[in-house]
């Protein structure tokens, strides 16, 4: 991934955002930190360009969201993924109860999509 600038408020409000995680997303990355989730690498809360991405795996290009029902056909989610697919990124979203509900589903997924460059997020 290539390095960019990130603004100091950006980092700072990336900082913030991991110290006020929801439920699903503290439990999600329970999985995903340390690479305990098939020894894959994950961060958090990661600015990238004008946005913060709940989770990224560089290695994959790949960025997951964890969105409340707030997000449902949002508008503005459909522009934030079309510029992080212009920006080379593949963004997987699912809703928090995914995540409070069926981990071993999610974390399947997310191996799934993180060994096959080619598959592409269905929402």
């Known amino acids: 991934m290539p390095h960019q600038p990130v603004l100091p408020a950006k ?3 990336a900082r913030a955002m991991r110290h006020e995680a929801t439920e699903a997303e503290d439990r999600l990355w329970q999985e995903l930190r340390g690479r305990r989730l098939d020894g894959i690498k994950f961060r958090r809360q ?4 004008r946005f913060v991405a709940d989770f990224l795996c560089p290695e994959a290009m790949l960025i997951v969201e964890i969105n409340g029902s707030q997000h ?5 989610d459909i522009r934030r ?3 992080l697919n212009r920006l080379g990124f593949r963004v997987l979203r699912f ?23 080619s598959l592409q997020p269905w929402r």
């Open 11 to 13: 980092r700072a409000f």
């Open 72 to 76: 449902a056909d949002s508008p503005g």
């Open 81 to 83: 993924t079309s510029e």
């Open 95 to 117: 809703w928090n109860d995914d995540v409070l509900n069926d981990m071993t589903g999610v974390c399947d997924t997310i191996i799934a999509y993180v060994r096959d460059a």
């Open 46 to 49: 990661v600015p990238i360009g």
